[in-house]
């Protein structure tokens, strides 16, 4: 499984930005898909989920109601819609993708986020 991650870039304080996170190989093996970031300095931490089967979600404390994960299986594009951004969004995006909702097998290369006053 290949991921592909895309949308990153500047954005002011309360701006949006939408992430994407394209993916090909053997997609039909994975069960959750994920958004994880890191900030320099921090560890990586858990952003937001997906189930491919039921497209349950779960969230960050940080990003409830502010953040949205979508997916396009059509597209096999899995999407992350932050709106309302802090300065403490300010990181690299990391997509991932597992058998299960714990353990991600798969990583694509991050995309940063830099968010401005």
């Known amino acids: 499984v290949q991921l592909q991650a895309s949308g990153g870039g500047l954005v002011q304080i309360g701006g949006s930005l939408r992430l994407s996170c394209a993916t090909s190989?053997?997609?039909?093996?994975?069960?959750?898909m994920a958004w994880f970031r890191q900030a320099p300095g921090k560890e990586r931490e858990f952003v937001a989920r997906?189930?491919?089967?039921?497209?349950?979600?779960d969230y960050a404390d940080s990003v409830k109601g502010r953040f949205t994960i979508s997916r396009d299986s059509a597209k096999n594009t899995v999407y992350l819609q932050m709106n309302s951004l802090k300065p403490e969004d300010a990181a690299f995006y990391y997509c991932?993708?597992?058998?299960?909702?714990?353990?991600?097998?798969?990583w694509g290369q991050g995309t940063l986020v830099t968010v401005s006053s």
């Open positions: 991932a993708a597992g058998v299960n909702t714990r353990q991600y097998d798969y």
């Open positions: 190989g053997r997609t039909f093996t994975i069960y959750a």
């Open positions: 997906i189930t491919r089967i039921s497209d349950k979600t």
